[in-house]
């Protein structure tokens, strides 16, 4: 690896990043990594909100015209994304070089290419009085809905969002520690709350950088914590709440 590796965001349709071997990625699962040895260290980490502030300049554009609404707020926008791709920076192996660029739409002038490091706060700091205080609303939010049997060793639960299903069995020795783990993800401890079930791994992110911090990112894994098997975009609160209920209400397991 003769080349100092690097990841550039630089968003465009079904975007977030472009890797050393000039290959787009998405942003799906919040998620931005490198799985190719030969254009660096491996690793995977999980941004909670950063697919949402991708769509949401997706959903202002016209792709066809390479144009963006008139309306979009590309300050605030910008704002957000650098927060982000410092968040990013913080976590990933020091030996890339991270760079953020405009989309091609953006005609705007508000900032050019930026090396992401430890100066992009003198920049971030520039735009945020600038940046308005007034979330634009969520460009996209997944519901999860819930199916459960119970048998006589464990419950069955199955996770559905739209065609994406994943069903799993829990055993009933692991309610408590869902139950704690649920209460960790309330009370925010830890960037990231995870529990070790057989078989699989749940996850839970709350959002700490953007506009949204009432949301978070949740995935299911096998194995290494960032190969997701179920993934979804939701309002903290709700989850919590969805799956409490579901687990412990409807099954009368919450005594």
């Given at each position: 690896m003769n080349k100092k590796p690097y990841i550039r965001i630089s968003p465009d349709i079904d975007v977030l990043f472009v890797d050393g071997d000039s290959c787009c990625a998405s942003a799906y699962g919040d998620e931005i990594g490198n799985d190719s040895p030969w254009l660096g260290p491996r690793f995977s980490i999980v941004?909670?909100?950063?697919?949402?502030?991708?769509?949401?300049?997706?959903?202002?554009?016209?792709?066809?015209?390479?144009?963006?609404?008139?309306?979009?707020d590309w300050i605030s926008w910008h704002y957000e994304g650098l927060c982000f791709a410092k968040a990013i920076w913080k976590q990933m192996p020091r030996c890339y070089t991270l760079y953020y660029e405009p989309p091609f739409e953006d005609h705007s002038g508000t900032i050019g290419e930026v090396i992401i490091d430890e100066n992009v706060d003198s920049l971030i700091g520039r735009l945020r009085p600038l940046a308005k205080r007034t979330p634009a609303p969520l460009s996209r939010k997944d519901n999860i809905e819930y199916q459960l049997e119970r048998k006589d060793d464990c419950v069955q639960i199955t996770f559905r969002i739209n065609n994406l299903v994943l069903g799993m069995p829990l055993s009933f020795k692991s309610l408590p520690g869902i139950k704690q783990w649920l209460k960790d993800i309330i009370d925010a401890k830890g960037e990231v709350c995870t529990i070790q079930l057989t078989g699989y791994n749940l996850h839970y992110a709350r959002q700490t950088v953007g506009f949204h911090p009432e949301m978070g990112r949740f995935w299911i894994s096998k194995n290494y914590p960032y190969n997701d098997e179920f993934t979804a975009y939701v309002d903290t609160k709700e989850f919590v709440r969805g799956f409490y209920l579901s687990l412990m209400t409807e099954l009368g397991l919450n005594h």
């Open positions: 941004v909670s909100g950063i697919d949402e502030w991708v769509r949401r300049y997706e959903d202002a554009t016209d792709f066809a015209e390479t144009t963006t609404e008139p309306s979009f």
